[in-house]
């Protein structure tokens, strides 16, 4: 959908001000690379700079929700959904948190928002099918009585980080793959009357009882600082290992309790990996759209989309990969892969 910025004086005055398309391109990249410190700092200089810029204020939603401080992202989001309604990102991207809470319902009616901006805003239509599909396998567990109260899986979601200035939808370098973690259905809140809040409202105030509860602890201990961008650039070097077709390299990213799938043993997995990545002329792996959490202490999951290219093969899935800390280095202890 993106390509590069309209820097033209006509850009400016449809956008409301836009700040220096470099500085944002800067952004984007801090974020890609897992810094997002660095891109909160970077993005609030360009709106210092620029402060109408709705292109640099959606930007800090984004960056604010990559970061894990949704409820910033939310009131950013919310705001540029009244001072530029004809414009789809912001719809999209709230929906996408409300969607990461369980509030699917919600995620409908604010998706629908963005299409009534664009009719044919191509990430909006591929968000709404995602989230009907989440809607829709609750509805059968329902009819067939096997509905769980445990945390459930949601879909993986399109956040975007830019203006599309023809508002065409198609996705580029700046849509990001959200992958939402599993999360119970969010109670619907409801008015006195009884009905349901409208889907887009001023961010609600902190409950009495939410700001005097004591805060949570860590996910993992002080003494195990969890540092996301490591983890994004162990992938990244393990993917270079594997286009670089150095075999000894990249079987040491496994972790030794690394366990194959299908039941294989962990020998003849290596001896199998060794024999593929031998035989191509030449090997390309690409990485997209990082995202990590921590699991527990010396525990990670990374999600990326993945790109594979060879003379013999070419697919693009999504990956999964579990991983540990052994001898004070991440590896991987487990990695699945599904089609994208």
Not at 95 to 110: K, L, M, N, Q, S
Not at 126 to 138: D, F, I
Not at 203 to 226: G, I, L, S
Not at 320 to 336: F, H, P, Q, S, Y
Request: glycine share 8%; with cysteine.
């Amino acid at each position: 959908m993106k390509g590069t910025l309209w820097l033209g004086a006509a850009f400016c005055l449809l956008f409301g001000g836009a700040a220096g398309g470099a500085e944002l391109a800067d952004v984007r990249q801090l974020a890609a690379q897992g810094r997002l410190e660095e891109a909160l700092t970077a993005v609030d200089g360009a709106l210092a700079a620029e402060p109408g810029s709705a292109e640099a204020r959606l930007l800090r939603g984004f960056v604010l929700a990559r970061a894990g401080r949704e409820d910033e992202a939310l009131e950013v989001f919310l705001e540029l959904t009244r001072s530029h309604p004809q414009y789809p990102e912001p719809f999209n991207n709230l929906a996408v948190i409300y969607a990461g809470r369980g509030d699917y319902e919600r995620a409908v009616e604010i998706l629908k928002q963005a299409l009534q901006t664009h009719s044919s805003y191509r990430t909006a239509y591929e968000n709404l099918t995602k989230v009907y599909g989440q809607l829709a396998s609750r509805a059968y567990d329902r009819a067939l009585g096997q509905e769980s109260s445990a945390p459930v899986p949601g879909p993986a979601l399109y956040l975007l980080s830019d203006l599309d200035p023809d508002g065409s939808g198609e996705r580029g370098a700046a849509a990001t793959v959200v992958f939402l973690e599993p999360l119970a259905p969010a109670p619907v809140e409801v008015a006195a009357s009884g009905a349901r809040e409208p889907a887009i409202a001023a961010a609600p105030e902190p409950r009495p009882a939410e700001q005097a509860a004591p805060a949570a602890p860590p996910a993992t201990p002080p003494e195990d600082v969890f540092d996301a961008s490591e983890l994004v650039e162990v992938v990244r070097r393990w993917a270079a290992a594997w286009s670089d077709q150095r075999v000894a390299d990249y079987l040491d990213f496994y972790s030794s309790r690394f366990a194959p799938g299908g039941g294989a043993s962990r020998s003849a997995w290596a001896e199998q990996r060794r024999e593929r990545l031998r035989r191509p002329r030449f090997i390309e792996v690409a990485v997209d759209s990082v995202g990590v959490r921590p699991l527990a202490a010396g525990r990670a999951q990374v999600k990326f989309v993945q790109s594979y290219r060879s003379d013999t093969l070419q697919d693009r899935v999504i990956k999964t990969l579990d991983m540990v800390r052994e001898g004070g280095e991440w590896k991987i202890a487990r990695e699945e892969s599904r089609p994208e």
